[in-house]
Nanobody, 127 residues
């Protein structure tokens, strides 16, 4: 199973971008979906998570009030809306599924807790 993240690109500081996550042939419903990013020379960091069970969410402090995570059961998609983009948001963004849990919880910041990953999508914030 491979998830697919898409929607990355070049955005100016202060701009917006919406990333999408899908999983052809695999149902995302029932599983927590996490978003991570990795900037050049840095470790992968957790950005956000959206639960399946109750829709609860998690945001890293660095993206709170700027990023919005959501999911659409009917479309089998998850989304990460990036607003008020900053140059430090530049990174490859990945989505991942935790098939053991439906709710974002203590594990959200641990990449090893997610079973399925997709190829990332590059977001570049620059003028």
């Amino acid at each position: 199973v491979q998830l697919q993240a898409s929607g990355g690109g070049l955005v100016q500081p202060g701009g917006s971008l919406r990333l999408s996550c899908t999983a052809p042939g695999f149902t995302l419903d029932g599983y927590a979906i996490g978003w991570f990013r990795q900037a050049p020379g840095k470790e992968r960091e957790a950005v956000s998570c959206v639960s399946s069970s109750d829709g609860s969410t998690y945001y890293a402090d660095s993206v709170k009030d700027r990023f919005t995570v959501s999911r659409d059961k009917a479309k089998n998609m998850a989304y990460l809306q990036i607003d008020i983009a900053k140059p430090e948001d530049t990174a490859i963004y990945f989505c991942a599924a935790n098939t053991m849990r439906s709710r974002c919880d203590w594990y959200v910041q641990r990449p090893s807790e997610y079973d399925y990953w997709g190829r990332g999508t590059l977001v570049t914030v620059s003028s």
